[in-house]
């Protein structure tokens, strides 16, 4: 089982009160949580990755392990922590403005 934080915004858009568990076969990558997440939670596609690039939005940021993964290839294994449920996956939304 896996375990995903959503920032605020998008667990009221998914009607979510707390952290998403989802249940992975396979390998554990960004990819893979991102893509078991929007299958289940068919509104978040397109708000945490562009729907025709998949790339990461602009102002959200992920986390595990206390890393910022942010920059990590998609496919790049997520840490053991994270695989096994120890840890969770961070979707965090990033703060801009003077």
Known sequence: MIRIVLPAHLRTLAQVNDEVHID???????????????????VLRGTIRD???HRRRPF????????DLSHELPDSPLPEAVAT????????GAMAGG
């Open 51 to 53: 729907h025709v690039t």
């Open 85 to 92: 449920g120890a840890e969770p996956f961070l979707v965090v």
């Open 24 to 42: 992975l076969a396979g390998q554990v990558t960004q990819q893979s949580v991102l893509d078991a997440l929007e299958a289940r939670y068919p």
């Open 60 to 67: 959200l940021r992920f986390f595990a392990c206390a890393e």
